[in-house]
């Protein structure tokens, strides 16, 4: 009987944190930011003078409960009768994740916190596919309406690649792998890098380089052999020899972080301490630490 094959794996390994990686992105770059999610803004009120990036938590008015926490809230000023507009910014990888419910609660938070200033919500959406995604959440009973919520969707997928061809901005750039075209995936994105090394500074291109290719759904391989086959093979060791690099500091930071946690709930175990108060200040569980000595056990044989 021959051997058994070892069982692959079809889960492409992601490249970066995608929600996190788009919110240094847009905080970054506010300005670009405003210019290609509202793009009919900056034609009435012209470029912002000043901007600030607000708390994100929400209000609890429930403390039994988790509070929420938005992805990002930019206050924008013009010059224009001294505007003052605050932009709600909710990312989404997926149509199906879409929250309005959520982004409301979050709407709500921030009337209150600035009755004076306009405020507009914005879901953007990276999917890959467009899709059907719900713009309102509307509730009526009894002859009136109770309730009546939209948001506003930007679903890149749905962006023309060719409309953004000379477009010097950041956003629209990192983001050419999700839009529509005959383009490959890996065109699009390398294209997009292209734009960008005119844009931002060569510390932030790296990084920039490796969400676009994450936002494009592409795999290392699809990464290098595109390099290779544009003559990059420089700039495609390069780039992977520093992804594994990073990536392999990010693990061992992971890894001391855990291991700290584990000494701490032997010690808090030593003490007497219970299960449930261990678990809820360290996160740490009793088979996290049966674990650990098994594969203690095993290394010294």
Excluded at 109 to 124: G, H
Excluded at 130 to 139: D, E
Excluded at 275 to 299: F, H, M, N, Q, S
Aim: no cysteine.
């Amino acid at each position: 009987m021959p051997p058994a094959l070892p069982k692959s794996n079809p889960k492409r390994e992601r490249l970066t944190d995608l929600d996190q990686s788009i919110k240094e992105l847009l905080k970054n770059h506010p300005v670009d930011t405003l210019e290609f999610l509202l793009p009919d803004a900056i034609k009435e009120w012209g470029i912002p003078l000043s901007w600030e990036f607000l708390n994100t938590a929400t209000r609890k008015h429930d403390f039994a409960r988790k509070g929420y926490v938005m992805d990002l809230n930019v206050r924008y000023t013009f010059a224009k009768r001294s505007m003052v507009l605050v932009v709600l910014i909710e990312h989404w990888a997926t149509a199906q994740s879409v929250n309005l419910h959520r982004t409301a609660h979050y709407y709500l938070d921030l009337l209150e916190r600035f009755p004076d200033d306009e405020v507009v919500p914005v879901a953007l959406v990276t999917d890959l596919k467009p899709a059907r995604i719900p713009k309102s959440v509307h509730s009526a009973s009894r002859n009136r309406v109770w309730l009546h919520f939209e948001t506003l969707v930007r679903e890149v997928s749905r962006e023309e690649f060719s409309a953004w061809e000379k477009a010097g901005n950041a956003i629209a750039q990192v983001l050419r792998g999700a839009m529509a075209g005959p383009q490959s995936r890996a065109e699009k994105v390398f294209r997009g890098a292209d734009a960008l090394k005119a844009i931002v500074s060569p510390e932030e291109y790296r990084n920039l380089f490796t969400l676009a290719a994450e936002v494009g759904k592409l795999t290392l391989n699809e990464v290098e052999e595109y390099m290779k086959k544009s003559q990059l093979r420089s700039e495609a060791v390069e780039w992977l020899e520093a992804h594994f690099e990073a990536k392999g500091v990010a693990k061992a930071k992971a890894e001391g972080i855990q291991e700290a946690k584990l000494e701490d709930a032997r010690k808090m175990l030593d003490h007497g301490i219970s299960w449930a108060v261990i678990t809820d200040v360290t996160g740490v569980k009793p088979e996290d630490l049966k674990k650990t000595g098994v594969a203690r056990r095993a290394a010294k044989k």
